[in-house]
């Protein structure tokens, strides 16, 4: 007797939830309420995947997957974790697990995971990944990067994450939050260098009517939107000397003094700091205090760039085009060995951002189910022909472009921005896909 998916959680909306996703997809499913019980029906008949909760009774998913990988190796196994169990995540990929699937569960996250998982059992997947709030990696660093990240959030304690532009510090920050005790309060993120100098005091710290010209009513700032929950401060190297006097008295005290109000206001918050330079040659040069480095300074995370972790490209890239390829309306299902070869020779300056762009690009240019190097557009000599540069058709290319990237692939928004029908979109993205198709046809360089 043979079925295609076992599913085994003893929560019964969770066990409905799952065995009607994957009847759902067009699978046979199987149910078992515990481990044991899993573990005797696999005794008994073949499976090609199974679909488990970790949180199981008596013997947990954990130890389950363990099981698995033991008696049965090239088994694929799903794991369904609460939303912030960084520590069951990691573990859980150290020990085989092909997928991990949070909690709440995503139907488009379930088919994607099905997909892969079942591919794998054909030797056509990665393997030993791990997908946790946005963050895909199987490299080390990063995995004891995360498992860190996870204890340093059941502290009260500020963080500083350090690490260049797009690799993702925004990203962990939220980890961070959902793994906290504050997960149910307000993550509040804000972008010190986005804000001028003369407005960043007042989006922090609020103001009270009248406190300056425009002031028509009170405001709250981040600090008292973020009572009791977590404030990112995005790029905190950039603001001024005076402004970080006023930031470390609320890290110290919990105080602040809203603009133009006479009596300072309590606020319980958990500050994570990002900044994409050295604090260290800031502090130096005179432009950040050292009472305030030190104050945020206490649990430090570095993100590495992406140029120090190649192992994950080819990951990213597959789970860029799954992300990306309904909205861009792709045919793409794979990326050539050939593309990933130029994709691992690139430095990318824009670490994991700059991949997304490139990828989310090159499926709005790729006609075919199989992304080549001609799609991606790298500074490695496949780029546009150079008799359009500077053309009136290689602008309008470019916008349309840059300008769907902009709004996620939506063809309607970027029609709007444009001021163009979305009829001309497309087919303007049909011409750029048959010239893609030409030029993957031609030989390469």
């Not at 078992?32 to 909760?53: I, K, N, T």
């Not at 056509?124 to 990067?145: C, N, Y």
């Not at 925004?170 to 005790?181: D, F, G, N, V, Y």
Request: charged share 25%; hydrophobic share 40%.
């Amino acid at each position: 007797m043979a079925l295609d998916i076992l599913v085994v959680a003893d929560d019964p909306s969770l066990r409905q939830t799952l065995v009607a996703s994957v009847r759902r997809f067009g699978y046979e499913a199987g149910v078992a309420g515990s481990g044991e019980e899993a573990l005797a029906r696999l005794g008994r008949v073949q499976c090609a995947l199974v679909l488990s909760a970790a949180d199981l009774p008596r013997m947990s998913g954990l130890e389950l997957l363990r099981e698995i990988r033991g008696r049965c190796p090239s088994l694929p196994v799903i794991l369904v974790i609460d939303q912030g169990g960084v520590d069951q995540a990691v573990q859980a990929v150290q020990i085989g697990a092909q997928d991990i699937l949070t909690r709440p569960l995503d139907v488009d996250r379930i088919a994607d995971a099905l997909e892969r998982a079942l591919e794998a059992r054909n030797g056509a997947s990665e393997t030993g990944a791990l997908s946790l709030a946005g963050i895909v990696t199987r490299d080390p660093q990063m995995l004891a990067l995360l498992k860190m990240a996870a204890r340093l959030a059941q502290s009260a304690a500020p963080v500083l994450i350090q690490g260049e532009s797009g690799t993702g510090k925004e990203l962990l920050a939220r980890e961070i939050h959902l793994r906290s005790p504050r997960r149910d309060k307000p993550f509040v993120a804000l972008n010190c260098a986005a804000i001028p100098e003369s407005l960043l005091e007042s989006e922090l710290f609020g103001h009270e009517r009248g406190a300056f010209t425009g002031a028509i009513a009170r405001r709250m700032g981040k600090f008292q939107i973020a009572h009791q929950g977590t404030l990112m401060l995005d790029e905190v190297s950039e603001t001024s000397l005076p402004l970080q006097a006023k930031l470390l008295r609320a890290l110290q005290e919990g105080e602040l003094d809203p603009v133009g109000r006479d009596r300072p206001v309590r606020v319980d918050v958990r500050v994570v700091a990002t900044t994409n330079r050295s604090l260290r040659e800031e502090l130096q040069s005179g432009r950040f205090r050292p009472d305030l480095f030190f104050r945020l300074n206490v649990l430090a995370l570095r993100l590495p760039p992406l140029r120090d972790r190649p192992g994950d490209i080819p990951l990213l890239t597959r789970h860029l085009i799954e992300k990306h390829r309904a909205a861009c309306d792709s045919p793409v299902r794979e990326v050539s060995e050939a593309a990933l070869r130029h994709l691992a020779g690139y430095p990318w300056p824009g670490n994991v951002r700059e991949l997304e762009s490139c990828v989310h690009r090159a499926l709005l240019l790729c006609p075919e189910r199989v992304l080549q190097p001609a799609h991606l557009q790298l500074d490695l000599g496949l780029v546009e022909p150079a008799q359009e540069t500077g053309t009136r058709s290689a602008m309008e290319r470019r916008l349309i472009l840059s300008t769907l990237e902009r709004v996620g692939g939506n063809r309607t928004r970027a029609a709007e921005a444009l001021g163009i029908s979305v009829r001309t979109i497309r087919n303007r993205l049909r011409q750029y896909r048959e010239e893609a198709g030409l030029q993957v046809a031609s030989p390469m360089a």
